[in-house]
Nanobody
Framework: QVQLVESGGGLVQAGASLRLSCAAS????????MGWFRQAPGQEREFVAG????????YYADSVKGRFTVSGDAAKNTVYLQMNSLKPEDTAVYYC???????????????WGQGTQVTVAS
């Protein structure tokens, strides 16, 4: 079973940066692609960014392209979401997730982290 543990969320001012981390159980990256999703109150869970494998293709929602970067460190079994130039509309609970087959659809993901709150004050 894949286990994902997120960290790095918090309260920041607009324009600030945060780096979210998702620590995965061993051998996860040899089998699964990773995605980052977010969900704001009253909203559907939406795709933010994804990575097919460490060093491989990355994907971004239009709303975060140019501001967010997804990456990974296989030696640390960790994926990251670097978030720069944060905006109040980025406020949400952020989740990392693992899928055997790459997708932007949250329903395709088999394993999920617990979520971490990101709040961006105006």
């Amino acid at each position: 079973q894949v286990q994902l543990v997120e960290s790095g969320g918090g309260l920041v001012q607009a324009g600030a940066s945060l780096r979210l981390s998702c620590a995965a159980s061993g051998r996860t990256f040899s089998t699964y692609a990773m995605g980052w999703f977010r969900q704001a109150p009253g909203q559907e869970r939406e795709f933010v960014a994804g990575i097919r494998w460490i060093g491989g293709p990355t994907y971004y929602a239009d709303s975060v392209k140019g501001r967010f970067t997804v990456s990974g460190d296989a030696a640390k079994n960790t994926v990251y979401l670097q978030m720069n130039s944060l905006k109040p509309e980025d406020t949400a609970v952020y989740y990392c997730a693992a899928t055997r087959r790459w997708s932007r659809d949250h329903t395709s993901y088999e394993y999920w982290g617990q979520g971490t709150q990101v709040t961006v004050a105006s």
